[in-house]
């Protein structure tokens, strides 16, 4: 047996681990790279998905704001925010809270508030628009010859354009325009074609759905969408533009007509400006910025290719079906957010207004169930480019990547699918673990789903304040057959927990693991992280579970049950001002009710100190440490800890970490034969970041 003291490194720059080296050589990516440099854009991304996994991953370039591009920088989602939108709205059609023949105007409509009163509608067929219309672009409005243009890029063009109506100055506003300002004035304006008969690119249809979404379920459209697609589909990169630049939303706060006086001296093209255009005005329509991570798991989620089908099939027709009153026989059309080719294909292509994107799936229904794909398959059935700036000319981009594409013969043989998942990735013998240090608590669920679909089973998870900000680290192993009985969960108020773990043992689960902490994402308030394994325990197992215990009764009934032959798993400390606030699992076998104590050792309230001391305590004991939780306590670190005697591997332990001295850590560890099994973050007085790791031998 080992024992690491606490180790200090000086501070190293941490490599990208983004970057897919052996991609780099491809004549497709070769191609794409010289489709930038060629056509004038200032950067881009490219993602294609063979069989079920990530075969290529890359950016180039730099953005409107600056930055490199790479894999995973955020760039505009473009016309695939509308994809976004539609899928939203598809998810509540098949749950039954929306209706797609549901009129959106009109008192029984979806949008009263925003239906004009009857003496101001000049054009009686806006009470005929349905859900289904503005989901194909069908709703009636065609910007290309309106006398208003685009409605929600108006208060920009209006300054260049002094024939188009100006929504603002008609309107006699004295502040800037918003979307009710919008909807309400355009529900009153004469239509350019008669809903649901032909098709036209439709930013404001999709504003509308957007509020439609809203209305429905009575939250912000941003949060319902998080809910039923990104956590759903793992992509836990994507969020609401607009650009940032250090760390700052760009012109944030500031008037639109001063935006817009100021942008126009810097940019030519209004694809420029949507790198700062105001998140409300957009959302729904172009308001969300991704990377090419995330489209391709979309990717994945639209055609069940990693054990997951956001829609049913039934659902999915109703996506790709005509519109409803399109007698005109064409190769293809709108679907719902997707044109569609009748030979099966779906892709979005570029857009007037925001800077071009491309997502092209060959097949939804290639997918049947029971077929597992392989990292052996080589076909190339989706794809995406996302570009920066918009192109000296205009390049038929669909056609173009899909040249691209089938002029490669020679794919990377890797699922890139897990290059923007770990900080280190970590293999000895058949062992591969991953281990992220920090993500954000509000991506975290989207995250974790994001490891499930990579096959990447949770063994480690905790969360840690910093800063103002509540991050989750994580450690994963790779098992394909655990990875898809385990379901690990951040952010759950007590109730919400207990509501889990109740609906997840019908399906013969069990909770492994938990842990109670102080989310900032919450306003302060505590909730629970929480792992559940398929049959993770034996049919004659009793199990305790207990949530914010005091610690000396805590003792009292942990002493108890210690003796009737349960022991701890799960001690996770918080607190309360003054009060330590315990949340533990106890397990017992029936046929083996002998006292634990000698086995087990429980510890809590240590300062930094005592932990250290406590570990080198029970390492003389011949225990190890099988749990560790950090909480805060009057700005200092109060650790809990629980130790089990077994049969010994050699094992080092390390706190007082900075996150780059833990990177130096695992990778020098590594080459010993050491893997990572626990790994907290906990801040000290001065509000420095550090963390605490355990790491093993495989045995």
Same mark, same amino acid.
């Not at 404001?204 to 949060?223: F, W």
């Not at 969408?225 to 533009?241: A, D, F, I």
């Not at 989207?446 to 509540?470: C, E, M, P, Q, S």
């Given at each position: 047996?080992?024992?690491?003291?606490?180790?200090?490194?000086?501070?190293?720059?941490?490599?990208?681990?983004?970057?897919?080296?052996?991609?780099?050589?491809?004549?497709?990516?070769?191609?794409?790279?010289?489709?930038?440099?060629?056509?004038?854009?200032?950067?881009?991304?490219?993602?294609?998905?063979?069989?079920?996994?990530?075969?290529?991953?890359?950016?180039?370039?730099?953005?409107?704001?600056?930055?490199?591009?790479?894999?995973?920088?955020?760039?505009?989602?473009?016309?695939?925010?509308?994809?976004?939108?539609?899928?939203?709205?598809?998810?509540?059609?098949?749950?039954?809270?929306?209706?797609?023949?549901?009129?959106?105007?009109?008192?029984?409509?979806?949008?009263?508030?925003?239906?004009?009163?009857?003496?101001?509608?000049?054009?009686?067929?806006?009470?005929? !628009?349905?859900?289904?219309?503005?989901?194909?672009?069908?709703?009636?409005?065609?910007?290309?010859?309106?006398?208003?243009?685009?409605?929600?890029?108006?208060?920009?063009?209006?300054?260049?354009?002094?024939?188009?109506?100006?929504?603002?100055?008609?309107?006699?506003?004295?502040?800037?325009?918003?979307?009710?300002?919008?909807?309400?004035?355009?529900?009153?304006?004469?239509?350019?074609?008669?809903?649901?008969?032909?098709?036209?690119?439709?930013?404001?249809?999709?504003?509308?759905?957007?509020?439609?979404?809203?209305?429905?379920?009575?939250?912000?459209?941003?949060?319902?969408?998080?809910?039923?697609?990104?956590?759903?589909?793992?992509?836990?990169?994507?969020?609401?533009?607009?650009?940032?630049?250090?760390?700052?939303?760009?012109?944030?706060?500031?008037?639109?007509?001063?935006?817009?006086?100021?942008?126009?001296?810097?940019?030519?093209?209004?694809?420029?400006?949507?790198?700062?255009?105001?998140?409300?005005?957009?959302?729904?329509?172009?308001?969300?910025?991704?990377?090419?991570?995330?489209?391709?798991?979309?990717?994945?989620?639209?055609?069940?290719?990693?054990?997951?089908?956001?829609?049913?099939?039934?659902?999915?027709?109703?996506?790709?079906?005509?519109?409803?009153?399109?007698?005109?026989?064409?190769?293809?059309?709108?679907?719902?957010?997707?044109?569609?080719?009748?030979?099966?294909?779906?892709?979005?292509?570029?857009?007037?207004?925001?800077?071009?994107?491309?997502?092209?799936?060959?097949?939804?229904?290639?997918?049947?169930?029971?077929?597992?794909?392989?990292?052996?398959?080589?076909?190339?059935?989706?794809?995406?480019?996302?570009?920066?700036?918009?192109?000296?000319?205009?390049?038929?981009?669909?056609?173009?990547?899909?040249?691209?594409?089938?002029?490669?013969?020679?794919?990377?043989?890797?699922?890139?699918?897990?290059?923007?998942?770990?900080?280190?990735?970590?293999? !000895?013998? @058949?062992?591969?673990?991953?281990?992220?240090?920090?993500?954000?608590?509000?991506?975290?669920?989207?995250?974790?789903?994001?490891?499930? @679909?990579?096959?990447?089973?949770?063994?480690?998870?905790?969360?840690?304040?910093?800063?103002?900000?509540?991050?989750?680290?994580?450690?994963?192993?790779?098992?394909?057959?655990?990875?898809?009985?385990?379901?690990?969960?951040?952010?759950?108020?007590?109730?919400?927990?207990?509501?889990?773990?109740?609906?997840?043992?019908?399906?013969?689960?069990?909770?492994?693991?938990?842990?109670?902490?102080?989310?900032?994402?919450?306003?302060?308030?505590?909730?629970?992280?929480?792992?559940?394994?398929?049959?993770?325990?034996?049919?004659?197992?009793?199990?305790?579970?207990? !949530?914010?215990?005091?610690?000396?009764?805590?003792?009292?009934?942990?002493?108890?049950?210690?003796?009737?032959?349960? @022991?701890?798993?799960?001690?996770?400390?918080?607190?309360?001002?003054?009060?330590?606030?315990?949340?533990?699992?106890?397990?017992?076998?029936?046929?083996?009710?002998?006292?634990?104590?000698?086995?087990?050792?429980?510890?809590?309230?240590?300062?930094?100190?005592?932990?250290?001391?406590?570990?080198?305590?029970?390492?003389?004991?011949?225990? @190890?440490?099988?749990?560790?939780?950090?909480?805060?306590?009057?700005?200092?670190?109060?650790?809990?800890?629980?130790?089990?005697?077994?049969?010994?591997?050699?094992?080092?332990?390390?706190?007082?970490?900075?996150?780059?001295?833990?990177?130096?850590?695992?990778?020098?560890?590594?080459?010993?034969?050491?893997?990572?099994?626990?790994?907290?973050?906990?801040?000290?007085?001065?509000?420095?970041?550090?963390?605490?790791?355990?790491?093993?031998?495989?045995?």
């Amino acid at each position: 047996m080992d024992f690491l003291p606490v180790l200090l490194f000086g501070c190293i720059t941490i490599a990208h681990f983004g970057f897919n080296a052996e991609a780099a050589g491809t004549k497709y990516g070769e191609a794409f790279k010289n489709l930038i440099t060629e056509n004038g854009y200032k950067g881009g991304e490219t993602g294609v998905l063979l069989g079920n996994r990530l075969g290529y991953v890359e950016g180039y370039g730099r953005t409107i704001t600056g930055h490199n591009v790479y894999p995973e920088s955020l760039l505009p989602a473009s016309g695939i925010s509308k994809i976004i939108t539609a899928l939203t709205v598809l998810r509540l059609i098949q749950e039954g809270s929306i209706n797609p023949t549901d009129k959106i105007f009109g008192e029984k409509g979806k949008l009263p508030k925003m239906t004009p009163n009857p003496k101001k509608i000049t054009d009686k067929r806006i009470l005929e !628009i349905t859900v289904d219309d503005l989901l194909r672009h069908a709703g009636g409005w065609d910007a290309e010859i309106s006398p208003i243009g685009d409605p929600v890029f108006n208060e920009f063009l209006v300054d260049g354009n002094h024939h188009l109506v100006n929504i603002s100055k008609e309107m006699k506003l004295k502040s800037p325009l918003d979307t009710f300002d919008v909807i309400s004035f355009m529900a009153s304006r004469k239509l350019e074609f008669m809903p649901g008969t032909q098709s036209s690119v439709s930013n404001l249809g999709y504003l509308i759905l957007g509020r439609v979404i809203e209305e429905t379920t009575g939250l912000p459209y941003d949060v319902v969408v998080k809910e039923e697609l990104l956590n759903n589909c793992g992509m836990w990169h994507t969020r609401l533009g607009p650009h940032t630049h250090e760390g700052r939303q760009v012109y944030k706060g500031r008037n639109p007509r001063e935006i817009n006086a100021e942008l126009r001296e810097k940019h030519e093209v209004i694809g420029e400006y949507y790198a700062y255009a105001q998140t409300y005005m957009v959302d729904s329509c172009l308001g969300w910025f991704t990377n090419a991570y995330d489209v391709m798991r979309l990717a994945q989620c639209l055609d069940g290719s990693a054990d997951y089908q956001l829609l049913n099939d039934t659902t999915i027709e109703t996506m790709i079906r005509r519109p409803r009153l399109d007698r005109s026989g064409d190769a293809s059309w709108y679907g719902a957010g997707f044109k569609v080719h009748q030979d099966g294909a779906i892709w979005v292509g570029e857009e007037p207004h925001a800077p071009d994107a491309v997502f092209l799936h060959r097949n939804l229904k290639r997918h049947k169930p029971g077929t597992v794909y392989t990292s052996e398959e080589n076909e190339p059935m989706s794809w995406t480019l996302l570009f920066e700036g918009k192109p000296a000319i205009d390049a038929p981009l669909k056609q173009l990547s899909r040249a691209m594409v089938e002029g490669e013969t020679q794919w990377p043989k890797t699922n890139a699918f897990v290059n923007d998942l770990h900080d280190k990735l970590l293999t !000895i013998g @058949r062992t591969t673990k991953l281990h992220r240090l920090k993500v954000e608590e509000h991506r975290a669920n989207a995250y974790l789903i994001a490891l499930k @679909r990579a096959d990447f089973n949770v063994i480690w998870l905790n969360a840690y304040t910093h800063a103002g900000g509540t991050f989750i680290t994580t450690i994963a192993e790779q098992d394909p057959k655990a990875s898809r009985e385990c379901v690990a969960v951040a952010g759950l108020t007590r109730e919400k927990l207990v509501e889990k773990k109740l609906e997840l043992e019908k399906l013969g689960y069990n909770m492994t693991f938990f842990q109670n902490y102080k989310s900032f994402s919450h306003r302060d308030k505590f909730v629970f992280l929480a792992v559940f394994h398929k049959g993770a325990f034996r049919n004659d197992s009793h199990i305790l579970y207990g !949530i914010q215990h005091f610690d000396r009764p805590y003792k009292t009934l942990l002493n108890l049950y210690e003796e009737k032959g349960y @022991r701890p798993l799960v001690q996770s400390l918080e607190y309360n001002r003054d009060d330590a606030l315990l949340s533990f699992i106890l397990e017992a076998d029936s046929d083996k009710e002998k006292d634990q104590k000698p086995l087990y050792s429980s510890e809590e309230n240590l300062s930094e100190a005592r932990l250290e001391k406590c570990v080198r305590k029970y390492a003389r004991e011949q225990k @190890r440490l099988i749990y560790l939780d950090a909480s805060n306590h009057r700005g200092k670190p109060k650790f809990s800890a629980l130790f089990k005697k077994t049969r010994m591997t050699k094992w080092l332990f390390s706190q007082g970490l900075t996150s780059e001295d833990l990177l130096i850590t695992i990778a020098e560890k590594q080459k010993e034969g050491y893997l990572p099994s626990i790994v907290i973050g906990y801040s000290t007085k001065r509000d420095d970041l550090l963390f605490a790791t355990y790491m093993e031998k495989p045995l």
